[in-house]
């Protein structure tokens, strides 16, 4: 609602459309509609002051934080939204983190101040706990909640009166009594912080005891820019309250592409360039893909530097190939606007490249430039597709690649091992509307079930066997003998077959027949049907016959000489375990620690950080299926969680017994 504000402020819309209803500029999507949340970014511009003003409206909602990240890659600074009723969330945390670690300015706007029972002081409170005291109210709403209009603006030190038809046009009055106190002293605050931003204006500040208009004016970007104070304003989006000089501070102030500084690519020899704005020849990275209905894909970019024009041809270094520029599109959300040119530092969107994807660097064919991309946190939830109908099978994987192209958050794989492809994404809702999208998209329905286990079988010690292979069927027959024996290496140092035949028993050509059947056997698991590890096989000896021992013999009596000695070794299953870092309010601690403990979860150490508790812990990958929808619901939607596999260990004797139970029933089956 607050981008929906923005355009009606600049006269881009007349009137401002509601979450609600579906009728939002910047939430156009099918799924965004009915969910009435944010999932995609989307693009805006406007002019405000002579100024064209380029936003990236990103999903707040934990599931989809991922498609903030391009954004960020490419935008001049971040405006973070934090709700009047909701505070600051996991979500604002993290993407403010983000931005800190990009090292561009960021806002806060405090939206939704029309709200009933609206506290401003306690939020203004939470968000010093978490930004930190440089945090400076800009606005400060003179009456929050139901009928919200009115606002001290500290810079002009007036009372700012907007009127309530949503057009967000105002008028300013002096303010008096307990306000005109407030504002004299909080704008004597900003002119300090404004000094400390440049030597020569604080040196004027201590002198003088004061800077005039102009010099707050020329050191207020620079305030802005040097991080020595946190620009807050106080606005209502779904009313139009406040938005206007919010505007006003980021057309005076706000950070342009001029202050982008260098962005530094790699060259086709791994050297670093550097990639400056006024350079004249095109650089430029696409940070987001999305494939729009009767227009094909759309790849939204950013310019780094040089012009692009329709008919340019650049060079993809990803996929070493040239694209062709056809249309260029600015946009409003799914408002698209033709232009036949865009200049450095500006966003716009390709309609129909054809093998350019998220993240990828066009440029200038005589020098191949790839741009730094964006790291994506690593999934946190995953199941295994069932499609169901039969003959499918191309459908969805066009599907796939499609959306994983699109939100490259969005992780699927063939998983040979399990026999299944897995499904990954940031959370229940992502892979929910993952499931969503294939259906309204690409006509193909899928169901997520829980992924199996890759468990892993070996030895506990040495183990021998001597296999006999005879089959007569009247023809030529087979036959083959192989006497082995096997021991445990130690974890994680792989399989090792090895032979020391002697004589003349065996012909040295069938060894690598026996080292085949050895391996089919490892794969195919023997004690549950898990790849076999870890394990050392000596092939030392055994007897074949001159007419019917052949490659396929040996191969057989290898692997079932290999079953026999690993089922006299005293064979048990290794189960994976997962490193997991939990991110946990205060208040809810001592349920999660709980909770990991009834997991067989090991804490591997404790730290806070930003009010928050994280918890470093070790637990088996069966007890962390969809524990991120757990952790939600025991934090109240504000814990979130990575996982990455650390290791293979020993797996409890009733759980194997359970484990091996079940394979040979499914065998049975």
């Not at 055994?542 to 013999?553: E, F, I, L, R, T």
């Amino acid at each position: 609602m607050l981008a929906e504000a923005i355009l009606a402020c600049c006269g881009v819309i007349n009137r401002l459309g509601s979450t609600v209803n579906g009728t939002t500029i910047s939430d156009y999507h099918e799924e965004e509609k009915s969910r009435q949340i944010s999932i995609h970014t989307s693009l805006l511009h406007t002019d405000w002051l002579g100024k064209k003003l380029n936003f990236a409206d990103t999903p707040g909602y934990l599931d989809f934080l991922s498609d903030g990240l391009g954004a960020l890659q490419v935008c001049d600074s971040a405006l973070v939204v934090v709700h009047a009723g909701q505070g600051v969330e996991v979500g604002t945390g993290k993407m403010w983190d983000f931005a800190k670690r990009r090292e561009i300015p960021r806002l806060l706007i405090i939206n939704a101040l029309d709200r009933e029972h609206t506290n401003f002081e306690s939020v203004l409170e939470k968000v010093r706990e978490r930004f930190g005291k440089k945090v400076f109210p800009m606005t400060i709403p003179i009456n929050p909640g139901i009928g919200f209009n009115q606002a001290l603006d500290v810079l002009r030190r007036k009372v700012v009166t907007y009127h309530t038809n949503g057009s967000g046009k105002y008028s300013e009055s002096d303010p008096t009594g307990e306000w005109a106190e407030r504002v004299e002293q909080l704008h004597q605050e900003l002119v300090e912080y404004v000094a400390e931003s440049d030597d020569k204006l604080l040196e004027k500040f201590f002198d003088e005891g004061g800077l005039s208009e102009e010099e707050m004016r020329a050191g207020m970007h620079d305030a802005l820019k040097n991080e020595s104070f946190i620009p807050l304003f106080s606005v209502a989006g779904e009313t139009n309250i406040g938005v206007a000089r919010l505007l006003d501070f980021i057309a005076k102030f706000g950070h342009s592409p001029l202050d982008h500084g260098e962005a530094v690519a790699l060259d086709s020899n791994g050297e670093e360039v550097p990639i400056r704005l006024k350079d004249r020849k095109p650089v430029v990275q696409v940070f987001k893909t999305v494939s729009e209905a009767h227009v094909g894909d759309l790849s939204y970019f950013r310019i780094f530097s040089g012009t692009i024009k329709s008919g340019l041809e650049l060079y993809n270094s990803a996929h070493s190939l040239t694209e062709r520029v056809g249309q260029i599109f600015i946009l409003n959300g799914n408002i698209r606007t033709n232009v036949d040119v865009l200049h450095g530092g500006d966003i716009g969107a390709f309609v129909k490249l054809k093998n350019t994807h998220t993240g990828d660097t066009l440029s200038d064919s005589k020098r191949a430039l790839d741009l730094p991309r964006v790291h994506y946190p690593n999934p946190n939830i995953h199941g295994a597709l069932v499609l169901k109908s039969k003959g499918d099978e191309d459908k969805i994987a066009t599907g796939l690649a499609t959306l994983h192209k699109e939100d490259p958050a969005f992780q699927y794989r063939a998983d040979s091992e399990i026999k299944q492809t897995i499904l990954s994404g940031q959370g229940e809702l992502h892979l929910q509307v993952i499931l969503d999208e294939l259906k309204r998209r690409f006509n193909v329905e899928i169901i997520l079930i829980e992924p199996k286990i890759p468990y892993r079988e070996t030895i506990r010690s040495p183990g021998a066997a001597k296999y006999r292979h005879k089959k007569q069927t009247g023809g030529a027959g087979q036959f083959a003998e192989v006497w082995m024996r096997i021991e445990p290496k130690p974890r994680d140092t792989g399989m090792e077959f090895t032979n020391s035949l002697v004589g003349q028993n065996v012909d040295r050509v069938f060894v690598p027949s026996v080292e085949k059947g050895v391996n089919a056997a490892c794969v195919e698991g023997i004690l549950a049907g898990y790849r076999v590890v870890d394990v050392k096989i000596n092939f030392y000896d055994g007897k074949m016959h001159p007419v019917d021992s052949k490659d396929v013999a040996f191969q057989i009596a290898g692997k079932h000489a290999f079953r026999e000695s690993f089922m006299s070794a005293k064979p048990y299953l290794l189960e994976p375990i997962y490193n997991i870092e939990i991110q946990v309010p205060e208040e809810n601690l001592g349920d999660v620690m709980g909770d990991i403990s009834s997991r067989r979860g090991r804490i591997q150490g404790m730290d806070a950080k930003d009010g928050f508790q994280i918890v470093k812990a070790q637990v088996p990958q069966m007890e962390i299926y969809r524990y991120s929808t757990t952790l939600r619901s025991l934090t109240g939607g504000r814990g979130i969680h990575s996982e990455e596999f650390s290791h293979y260990e020993d797996m409890q004797r009733d759980l194997e017994r359970k484990i091996i139970e079940q394979a040979k029933r499914e065998k049975e089956e």
